[in-house]
Structure formats: C-alpha cells, structure tokens
C-alpha cells in the first residue's frame, strides 16, 4: 500500500481481556517503531524493530506489553490483562532504515484503545 | 534524561506567520523533526534539520542551533488549514540504522479569521 496501515481504527475492551493490535509498514520499510500517545500527552516510544529484530524495547511500561515482527513486515503489539490506563492511541510508525543521517518515520492513522 | 518543551498553544490570524519554538535537552543529538497533526489523524512528515541552519520548504520553514538547543518552525501565510498541532521530535542517537524519537507534548495552534 502507499502509506502505513493499522487495525483495527478503534478497539473497545473490558478491563483483563487481552487486544492485539497490527501494523503493515510501507513496503520496503526495513525499520518498525510503536508509539503510544495518551490523551493531552505527547508521543511515547514503546518498541522498534529493524527487520525482525527489536533492538530498542525500553519504552514497553510493563511486561503485559509484547510486539513481534514476522518476515520483515507486518508487527503486532499484544497487550496482555489490559488496564484502564492503557486506554490510549497507538500509533505505528516506518522508515527505511538504511541510513541513520537521512531516515524519517511515516505514521500509520492509529488504533484507539478503549478499556472500560 | 530528554526533555523538550514546546508552548502548549497558540493562536493566530489567517495570512499572518508564527513562529513555534522548541527546545531539546537531550544525551545525544541526530536530527530534529516537526511534524503536523489534525485531530483525529496520523502526524504527518513536515521538516527535518541536523545541521545549524534554516530549511525552507514552501510556506514552511524549520530553523535549527545546536549549541543552544533549540529550534522553531515558521509557517507563513497562515491557511485556516493549518490549523493543527505541530509536533516536535529529537532523534538522539547516532549509531545504527534507525532510531526512536522523542517527541514533546505538541503545540496547538488554533488559526482564526
């Protein structure tokens, strides 16, 4: 596709349910960024991947927090045993990759996450 | 630790320019980005400086210094679309291909007839 996708737009859970959100990057796209923003927040890192490694996880706020990457593309972040203050958006980023000095991120639209 | 500081909002008249200020304390520095942000949607890719300097790009210009650790971006001719929350990013690392950023809370800028 041209741009970055995500699904699902918007999720409602009740507290203690497990979600998984998805990201598709842009075709090409070797690195994968995660990042959360919260209602008057700003952006939060949470993970990224290049390729299907994940070198920088240090944003994940708990262990109820996981992502994967399967064959250089699509990423899912699993939220385990959510919590109300989970509730937030979270957006799905890509860039090439390649070159550090010339690298920029594209942003997917998001998923909103609702826990009730 | 990061910290970067952005005014919280901003108004200003349409035709007129604004300037939005940030500044960064960061550990290291790679690269400062603005990105713009409508309610409801994705930020979007405005402008991206590493070197001291003004990069200009339409009716949009993003100035950076290094030394004092701050940078703005210029929006002439204001558009009531411009209306949005601008976004701004430090990227503070300079080994490997990729990187996080550190993004401060956001300006709103409201843009009034």
């Known amino acids: 596709g041209a741009g970055v996708s995500q699904s699902p737009s918007n999720k409602v859970t009740e507290k203690g349910k497990d979600v998984e959100l998805r990201c598709d990057p842009i075709s090409g796209h070797t690195a994968l960024y995660w990042y959360r923003q919260s209602l008057g927040q700003g952006l939060e890192f949470l993970i990224y991947f290049q390729g299907n490694s994940a070198p920088d996880k240090s944003g994940l706020p708990s262990d109820r927090f996981s992502a994967e990457r399967t064959g250089g593309s699509v990423s899912t972040l699993t939220i385990q045993r959510t919590q109300q203050e989970d509730s937030a958006v979270y957006l799905c980023?890509?860039?090439?990759?390649?070159?550090?000095?010339?690298?920029?991120?594209?942003f997917g639209p998001g998923t909103r996450l609702t826990v009730l | 630790g990061q910290n970067i500081d952005q005014p919280t909002e901003m108004t200003a008249t349409e035709g007129a320019i604004v300037q939005i200020n940030c500044t960064y304390q960061?550990?290291?520095?790679?690269?400062l980005f603005w990105y713009q942000q409508h309610a409801g949607e994705a930020p979007t890719f405005l402008s991206y400086?590493?070197?001291?300097g003004l990069e200009e790009k339409g009716r949009f210009s993003s100035f950076l210094s290094r030394s004092k650790g701050y940078s703005y971006l210029l929006l002439k001719e204001l558009q009531m679309k411009d209306s949005a929350s601008y976004l701004c990013?430090?990227?503070?690392?300079?080994?490997?291909?990729?990187?996080?950023?550190?993004f401060g809370t956001g300006t709103r800028l409201q843009v009034t007839l």
């Open positions: 400086n590493v070197l001291d």
């Open positions: 980023a890509s860039s090439v990759g390649t070159d550090l000095s010339t690298d920029t991120q594209y």
């Open positions: 960061t550990s290291g520095f790679n690269g």
């Open positions: 990013a430090v990227r503070d690392t300079d080994t490997g291909t990729a990187s996080k950023l550190t």
